[in-house]
């Protein structure tokens, strides 16, 4: 039996005041650079490496020669065990030799390269200082930056992509825009075109009608990457399976329903069942001639009446939204950055609506170790500024996937663009029917539904939700999803397109209860991953941390559990917030005075991001503890030793170490969970620190974050929700109740 079959007792969450008193400076610590391999630091080591240094000057000497106030760059690539920014070596390029400008994945770093930084950078490795060795002692290598082009790069699209580097520094960017003009002049080329895609990239479409002019445009020192722009497509094919009955598809009544922004193709103007929900429509973009609606129709069905199409069945939200109409895709399909130039212009011109679906991914590329999509950057951008949420697919792939996988895909099942974004929500798709026939059955991954992890190993997606199955021969019937088409008929159809308009609805619903971004996004996984399910990291990869309740679900707690709910702003100069106090309710503890029970943590916030940082991108880790306290540090202060695990447990067995640290531990989105039958000690707290990196042109600002706390009895028979808040009350813990009301104002402009 699911959650949603079983009576409940309609407990608020509470939302707990937090205040400046929060706030504290960590514990003083620091201590010498550390060397590594102190044994191979020979006089003989650090000529090897004056001879890298050396290479690379007589590679760009023919550069420096001609244009001598132009940069090249280097790849500075650095021992796994040295990547942490504490070991960065800062001591050998800094401003004077050859400063770092940029990283590509963990522990490739991209330095900044002038006549005079490299003989300076030279003379730095014969210095014998503590600083310099322990400097030398992180490197593996320094090698000339080369651009390589992709395997797939196609070559007859004659428009194509091309980035230069950001020398964090105008006066060397508008240099090598300058010689790149120049340079297209040489070639008898169009000049570059100048696209807006984030502040800190800069990209420009370039012209090529020969395989020679694009080796001379990958060739030019300032060319950090050439590619083709991404191209989107929608296959919109489905079974009939009847025809909309009007009783179980009613016109919006009196209630004030939350709002959908749709981006896709476009909903059918004579689909007369669905106008009466559509607020808004933009075609600005797609003229009525080259738009077929099939597939966001099919969506926009599924955001304003999905769970009466599908059998009423309760695994689906009742939630219903309004929509906004984008239609951004026409029926040839469109390149990411047509797309793009549409969302910039829209999302602005609804500023009430704060919840986008985007059910479009890239069906070629996938997403990648080293860095960001520019297109999932670009988003990024757009979310920071006006505080929206892009709920995007996870991606569909052809090569149908059994559960569990008897082969490794690779790489070609990964989440496709624009699913990347660091600060949207992706959705996987998991099977809700099976029959003799299907690939899988229901509850497992949907056999097309892509993977992650995300770029530089985010967990992605985030969450799923039901997107269908398929038999062998990818054929759908009596396994899929069921929706409208654009003439007003049912049909089924499966894809994750279908698993992420269930979250946009539920999100929405969330939003429009003036809530912040982080706090809606929190509530999401936080309600998958107190289902109960075990997060394992096989299933992880492809479901995130599960499938979210409905609104009516997320906000309340039961008689057996309490969920407490924490916004602080940390700030750069005290970087903890520190709490005491943390209520365990006396009901869970055992004879001998230990405590059993469960704790469940989720972590949401949205910190800075750098573009031109690659795998680095996200600039701010939070990490958050609730331990025991006993005794006193050297400062004075409770000792506070933590006590809760990252999810899931065994990511080890994911990921490579490295990939864990500087990655998955670096994710703006972090689940905890603890299961305990003897917990020793009665005095516990709360904590969570802010961490930042070091990238030149990043101020240090305070982040906002949003932490739900669940305390729960397994058994659920405890009465932990009364004895959590008569805690509360006792400790001096200001409280409210989270109050997500169902009856929203209806807005669209402001």
């Not at 690539?77 to 004077?96: G, N, Q």
């Not at 014969?126 to 992709?150: D, F, H, Q, R, W």
């Not at 679906?357 to 006006?386: P, V, W």
């Not at 006590?643 to 170490?657: G, H, M, N, R, S």
Request: include cysteine; proline fraction near 7%; aromatic fraction near 8%.
């Amino acid at each position: 039996m699911n959650d949603n079959e079983q009576a409940k007792e309609r407990l608020p969450i509470k939302v707990i005041f937090t205040s400046e008193n929060d706030l504290v400076a960590p514990e003083p610590g620091g201590s010498a650079p550390k060397i590594f391999d102190e044994e191979d630091l020979t006089p003989e080591h650090k000529r090897h490496f004056v001879a890298e240094v050396k290479n690379v000057y007589s590679t760009f000497m023919p550069v420096f020669d001609k244009y001598p106030n132009l940069p090249a760059v280097a790849r500075v690539v650095l021992k796994e065990k040295a990547i942490a920014k504490s070991h960065r070596p800062t001591a050998l390029f800094y401003d004077s030799t050859c400063p770092i400008i940029g990283c590509e994945n963990f522990g490739t770093l991209l330095i900044r390269l002038s006549p005079r930084g490299l003989l300076e950078l030279g003379k730095s490795f014969i210095k014998e200082t503590g600083a310099v060795n322990a400097a030398i002692s992180t490197l593996i290598s320094i090698s000339p930056y080369k651009v390589e082009l992709s395997q797939d790069f196609d070559a007859s699209k004659k428009s194509f992509k091309l980035r230069l580097f950001n020398h964090g520094e105008i006066g060397f960017n508008k240099e090598l825009e300058s010689q790149l003009f120049e340079l297209s002049k040489r070639l008898n080329i169009p000049s570059p075109r100048k696209l807006n895609y984030t502040r800190d990239l800069n990209i420009y479409e370039v012209i090529c009608k020969n395989d020679s002019q694009i080796g001379e445009l990958a060739d030019f020192v300032g060319t950090q990457s050439l590619t083709n722009f991404t191209e989107f497509d929608i296959e919109s094919q489905s079974l009939p399976v009847g025809t909309v009955d009007v009783d179980n598809f009613p016109k919006p009544d009196d209630e004030m329903y939350p709002v959908v922004g749709l981006i896709d193709t476009g909903i059918s103007p004579v689909n007369t069942f669905l106008q009466p929900w559509v607020i808004d429509r933009d075609e600005e973009d797609v003229p009525l001639a080259d738009q077929d609606n099939s597939h966001g129709t099919f969506i926009a069905g599924l955001i304003v009446n999905g769970r009466n199409f599908n059998h009423g069945e309760s695994i689906f939200p009742k939630t219903k939204a309004k929509i906004v109409d984008i239609v951004a895709l026409p029926k040839g399909g469109t390149n990411e950055y047509s797309l793009l130039e549409t969302i910039r212009r829209v999302i602005p011109k609804y500023p009430a609506v704060k919840v986008w679906n985007l059910s479009i991914n890239n069906k070629i590329g996938t997403c990648q170790d080293a860095s960001f999509s520019a297109f999932a950057m670009a988003l990024d951008e757009i979310q920071h500024r006006y505080e929206v949420t892009f709920v995007n697919s996870a991606g569909n792939h052809n090569t149908l996937r059994e559960w569990p996988p008897t082969s490794g895909l690779g790489e070609i099942d990964r989440i496709a663009p624009p699913a990347d974004t660091a600060l949207g929500i992706t959705v996987g798709s998991v099977a809700h029917l099976e029959h003799a026939n299907s690939i899988v059955k229901k509850w497992a991954p949907s056999p097309f539904s892509r993977r992650g992890p995300g770029a530089a190993f985010l967990p992605k997606p985030e969450v799923c939700h039901y997107g269908g199955n398929v038999d062998k021969h990818g054929n759908c019937s009596q396994l899929g999803i069921i929706s409208t088409d654009p003439n007003g008929n049912l049909v089924e159809r499966v894809g994750t397109s279908y698993s992420a308009p269930w979250v946009s609805a539920i999100l929405s619903q969330l939003r429009s209860n003036n809530i912040s971004a982080n706090l809606a996004k929190a509530l999401i996984i936080h309600s998958a991953v107190l289902r109960g399910e075990s997060i394992r990291q096989q299933d992880f990869i492809y479901k995130g941390f599960g499938v979210p309740q409905d609104v009516d679900d997320i906000s309340i707690c039961q008689p057996w559990n309490a969920t407490m709910i924490f916004e602080p702003q940390l700030i750069p100069l005290k970087k903890q917030f520190d709490r005491g106090g943390f209520p365990l309710p006396g009901c869970l503890k055992n004879l001998d005075g230990s405590y059993r029970g469960e704790l469940f943590v989720t972590l949401v916030y949205d910190p800075p991001l750098l573009p031109r940082a690659g795998a680095e991108y996200c600039q701010v880790n939070v990490d958050v503890s609730i331990g025991r306290r006993s005794g006193t540090t050297a400062s004075g202060r409770p000792s506070h030793r933590g006590d809760i695990k990252l999810q899931p447990e065994d990511v080890k067995d994911l990921f490579e170490t490295s990939q864990i640290t500087h990655g998955f531990k670096w994710s703006p989105v972090k689940v905890y969970k603890k299961s305990f039958k003897r917990l020793e000690g009665d005095e516990w707290g709360l904590r969570l620190e802010v961490l930042y990196r070091d990238h030149a042109g990043i101020d240090r600002r305070p982040q906002n974050v949003a932490l739900l706390v669940t305390i729960a009895d397994p058994e659920r028979g405890q009465p932990v929700y009364n004895e959590v808040i008569q805690l509360l009350n006792q400790r001096g813990w200001s409280s409210t109740n989270l109050n997500l009301s169902s009856r929203i104002r209806q807005q669209t402009r402001a």
